[in-house]
């Protein structure tokens, strides 16, 4: 069965500090895909990063880098010098079947960071 | 370009009420999820739709769900008789699924917030 498990329930952090949010997911399947979304206070869901089980290269983008490890089924989420801003809830997602493009959603990392 | 639309953005009804919930997707998505986020159970998947079929409803939590898709622009999610623990945020997300091309991103609406009293 798919799962995924964010065990971090909460993190709080001061402005400028580094913090990694985790992620561990669980398939049977050769290939899927992995996703970051992020839930400002505001509630809307924001598309953050998309990657398929083929491509283990980490990528950067801007503050964001994204760690993936197929070895340990993890997927993990680093914002360097975090600001007030990336205070959110951010979820790890995974999706088996690209024909029809069903997310599994962990249960969420709020992260609050203070001035 | 539109996002996906949601409406209402909050609801507020009496236990036993009707509750329907709208959701225009993307123009040119094919295919529409219906998502709960509730603080106990998280985001849940309730319903997806392809084409405007019904593909995989094992997430709508009981008879009382019901969700259609009468056309490829207007999706509805319908609760009756609502009760206090569907009290949640419902979120609408759209996608172009196109089969050879791998995972599509998936396109969420603002949600409605619903609270049953």
């Known amino acids: 069965a798919q799962k995924v498990t964010q065990a971090q329930t909460e993190i709080s952090v001061v402005e400028k500090e580094d913090v990694t949010l985790d992620c561990v997911y669980e398939?049977?399947?050769?290939?899927?895909?992995l996703f970051w979304y992020k839930q400002p206070p505001s509630g809307e869901l924001v598309f953050l990063i998309r990657r398929n089980s083929f491509d283990e290269q980490n990528e950067i983008s801007g503050r964001y880098s994204w760690n993936f490890q197929k070895s340990t089924s993890s997927f993990n989420f680093t914002i360097t010098a975090s600001q007030v801003v990336d205070s959110a809830v951010y979820f790890c997602?995974?999706?088996?079947?690209?024909?029809?493009?069903?997310?599994?959603f962990g249960t969420g990392t709020r992260l609050q960071v203070f001035p | 370009d539109a996002g996906v639309i949601q409406s209402p953005r909050h609801e507020v009804t009496e236990m036993g009420q009707e509750v329907t919930l709208r959701c225009k997707p993307i123009s040119g998505h094919n295919s529409l999820f219906w998502y709960r986020q509730t603080m106990m159970r998280g985001l849940e998947l309730l319903i997806y739709?392809?084409?405007?079929?019904?593909?995989?409803d094992s997430g709508m939590p009981e008879d009382r769900f019901s969700a259609k898709m009468p056309n490829a622009s207007f999706s509805t999610l319908k609760i009756q008789p609502s009760e206090p623990r569907d009290s949640a945020v419902y979120f609408c997300?759209?996608?172009?699924?196109?089969?050879?091309?791998?995972?599509?991103?998936?396109?969420f609406g603002p949600g409605t917030r619903l609270t049953v009293l």
């Open positions: 398939t049977r399947d050769t290939t899927y895909y």
């Open positions: 997602a995974l999706s088996e079947d690209y024909n029809t493009d069903k997310l599994i």
């Open positions: 739709f392809n084409n405007n079929v019904p593909i995989d």
């Open positions: 997300a759209s996608s172009l699924i196109v089969a050879t091309s791998g995972y599509n991103e998936q396109f």
